[in-house]
């Protein structure tokens, strides 16, 4: 039957005849039915411990690119917008492919405040007075009213008519250039281009801090596109911060809490070609007028219900361990790149596992896949979840695994907390690249910069990793391909965009299933968690030194390295308890509590970084070596980013450095596991 085209044995590709196509899925279909309603004892395969390379191998063997572009097609049929009706067939859809694979699935329901587009229009009045009602939305032929209208999800509901004027990125430095240009964009509706790493909530609400009365918010290279998001700020549901949204406690929309999270203007999403219609009619392209805007915005905030979707293989050994791997699930349309081709591969990882489970296989610890609800919101349904599970996930959460857009375009990219570089790495080593033949996908990667590959860290809050790791202190990874793409949150997010231009074959797709998959069976298999602290000690070092030749002298950064100096010594001793764990393994001495006990100790080292306190002004986000600053210009420690380029104060900045240096000691004394 089927051809392994790209020779690498570890990765099937099939040619795609028609004939062999239909022999291929009639086969799939065949195994599918009798693995799974076949019931007879699985093949005796000798121990469940024995969970190297059989399993490993199945694992690699089972890779498929038509499974994958099946559920993705599956999953895109029609736009599934989070607390609408079509989002319920998707929940179906995932639940019922969970099921057939055996896991043990159930599904978590939250009642939350969701906001939705009611009614809009934009008017221009030209100098020449003619008027134009401007499209605020796609002309896309066959979406009729299918794909929600562009908005901004929580944009307070308004209309304002005034002058049009650019205000660029919207950041206060394009404000001060525009004043010393001698304009006055009081009163005025402006047009911000996304970018300049300005959020769409930053960006309305520094405009409405200038006087502006109204927004709005093109991207550039979107063509026809409107960018649909949200403006809303911080994560998780509005009513209920910093608890689960269970049918318990609520704020009223009108607390202050509430309130501040929304901006106080309205805003609305225009396509670049229509932004290019209002700019090209403005003096000098800036403004303000001639033009007039007539901006009318309608929105409805409303509780809805939300619903993640969980299956879960329960571990052999240690099944009060968790190995979580998660992504989201409601799209702004029919969400093919953002996020359901990183759903198609968390259902493709559900598939391969379920092989492997034929074959005999547990995992040592519990692995569970989620699949998250309104991420678009706000990370919401990840953020009820953790909240809700705090003290468990605490207790018990080795790592989070988390893939959004899996496959955007072409190259690799990867972000970690640092203790999981190597592997990372080594995973890497063992996947096909999807886009070189017979090479590894690290062996493409490793080519990103001269230094090798690039890792990314995670301050940034832009997908459901922010409450794991910013929240709760799991180590966390989020992974994808491409680094950007026109169609984002638009109705053009199509599976037919991405056969065209994001991933023709489902090779990367195959590729981020494939990290994915094996980073689950590491963690969740490998008898010493594959956790390195000297690797977090000297990212720790690296940024010490960037602050140093920021900082002037007067502030000390003694505290800082004496606490990572700590770190680097407990990560040594590890080191050694590891070589010597091995060593009594190999002669046959093997303690399961040791392991255990180690084991602990490198899972809480991550929890160490969090602090009750938190950030200043952001206290929902506890982790004080990665999270959001207000400016987020140095991407790690943002109560020192924010202390530095808000505070400004030698003190304060003082007092930032001690802070996270008590984070680090404290992340040291967890490693170690030993009273004082
Ligand atoms: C979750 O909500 C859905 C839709 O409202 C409902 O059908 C389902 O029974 C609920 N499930 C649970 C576990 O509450
Ligand atoms: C929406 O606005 C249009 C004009 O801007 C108006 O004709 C229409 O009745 C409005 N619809 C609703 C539901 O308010
Ligand atoms: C008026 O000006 C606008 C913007 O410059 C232009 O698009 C439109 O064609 C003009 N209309 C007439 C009637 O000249
Ligand atoms: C702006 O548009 C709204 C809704 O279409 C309309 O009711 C209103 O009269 C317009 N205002 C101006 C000044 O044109
Ligand atoms: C799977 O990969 C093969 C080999 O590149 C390709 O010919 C085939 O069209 C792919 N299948 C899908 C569904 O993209
Ligand atoms: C920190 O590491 C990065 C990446 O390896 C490197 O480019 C940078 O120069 C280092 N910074 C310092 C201050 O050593």
Not at 631 to 647: H, M, N, R, T
Request: charged share 20%.
């Amino acid at each position: 039957m089927a051809q392994p085209l790209n020779l690498k044995p570890n990765t099937i590709y099939y040619k795609p005849s028609s004939c062999t196509l239909i022999i291929f899925i009639f086969t799939l279909c065949i195994i599918t039915i009798y693995t799974f309603h076949h019931h007879e004892p699985p093949p005796s395969q000798t121990t469940v411990n024995n969970h190297q390379p059989p399993f490993i191998s199945t694992f690699l063997n089972s890779a498929s690119n038509y499974t994958i572009s099946n559920y993705l097609r599956h999953l895109t049929l029609h736009p599934h917008l989070a607390g609408t009706p079509p989002s319920s067939s998707a929940v179906a859809y995932v639940s019922s492919m969970f099921k057939s694979f055996k896991l043990q699935t159930h599904v978590a329901n939250y009642t939350v405040m969701l906001s939705y587009h009611v009614n809009s229009s934009l008017t221009a009045h030209f100098s020449n007075e003619s008027s134009v009602s401007l499209t605020l939305t796609e002309h896309v032929a066959d979406v009729d009213n299918e794909v929600v209208k562009g908005y901004h999800a929580y944009s307070p509901s308004g209309t304002a008519y005034g002058k049009a004027v650019y205000v660029s990125h919207g950041r206060e430095e394009d404000y001060r250039a525009l004043e010393e240009g001698g304009v006055d964009v009081r009163g005025c509706i402006g047009v911000v281009k996304r970018g300049g790493g300005v959020s769409r909530y930053a960006a309305v609400v520094k405009a409405a801090e200038k006087g502006v009365v109204a927004v709005v918010m093109f991207t550039g290279g979107t063509g026809g596109g409107v960018e649909r998001g949200t403006v809303v700020d911080g994560v998780g549901d509005v009513l209920t911060p910093g608890w689960a949204a269970d049918g318990g406690e609520r704020l009223s929309v009108e607390d202050s809490e509430v309130l501040k999270r929304f901006p106080s203007v309205p805003s609305l999403p225009i396509s670049e070609e229509t932004a290019e219609m209002i700019l090209g009619s403005l003096d000098r392209r800036v403004g303000p007028g001639p033009t007039f805007l007539n901006f009318t915005y309608q929105g409805e905030n409303k509780m809805a219900t939300i619903q993640n979707v969980f299956g879960v293989i329960k571990g052999s050994e240690e099944p009060d361990r968790f190995v979580v791997l998660g992504n989201h699930r409601d799209a702004w349309t029919y969400g093919a790149v953002d996020p359901n081709s990183g759903t198609a591969a968390l259902i493709d990882i559900a598939r391969r596992y379920s092989l492997m489970m034929r074959l005999g296989w547990i995992p040592q610890r519990t692995i569970v896949l989620c699949s998250w609800d309104a991420e678009e919101f706000g990370m919401i349904g990840s953020t009820e979840w953790v909240e809700q599970n705090l003290i468990n996930l605490g207790s018990k959460a080795v790592a989070y695994i988390n893939v959004d857009c899996a496959v955007q375009g072409p190259g690799f990219s990867a972000a970690t907390t640092p203790q999981l570089d190597d592997i990372l790495i080594e995973v890497t080593k063992k996947v096909q690249d999807p886009d070189v033949s017979d090479s590894t996908l690290f062996e493409k990667w490793r080519t990103t910069t001269e230094e090798g590959p690039l890792i990314q860290r995670l301050s940034d809050v832009f997908s459901d990793f922010a409450p794991f790791l910013h929240h709760a202190g799991v180590p966390s990874v989020d992974l994808y391909y491409g680094n950007a793409f026109p169609v984002y949150h638009t109705a053009f997010d199509s599976y037919d965009w991405m056969v065209k231009h994001a991933d023709p074959f489902f090779h990367r797709h195959v590729a981020v299933a494939g990290v994915w998959g094996l980073l689950g069976v590491h963690l969740a298999d490998d008898p010493i968690l594959p956790f390195n602290y000297l690797s977090y000690a000297a990212q720790l070092q690296n940024y010490t030194d960037s602050l140093c030749k920021l900082l002037e002298e007067d502030v000390s950064l003694h505290p800082l390295t004496s606490a990572i100096q700590e770190l680097m010594d407990a990560a040594t001793q590890v080191e050694d308890e590891i070589k010597t764990i091995k060593e009594e393994e190999t002669e046959g001495h093997v303690s399961v509590l040791k392991r255990r006990m180690l084991n602990d100790r490198l899972m809480f080292a991550e929890r160490g970084f969090l602090d009750t306190d938190g950030i200043q002004g952001r206290q929902w986000f506890k982790h004080l070596v990665y999270g959001p600053a207000t400016e987020s210009k140095l991407g790690f420690f943002p109560g020192v980013a924010d202390a530095i380029y808000q505070s400004k104060r030698q003190a304060v900045i003082q007092h930032e450095i001690w802070r996270v240096a008590r984070a680090i000691q404290r992340s040291a004394s967890a490693l170690k596991g030993q009273l004082t």
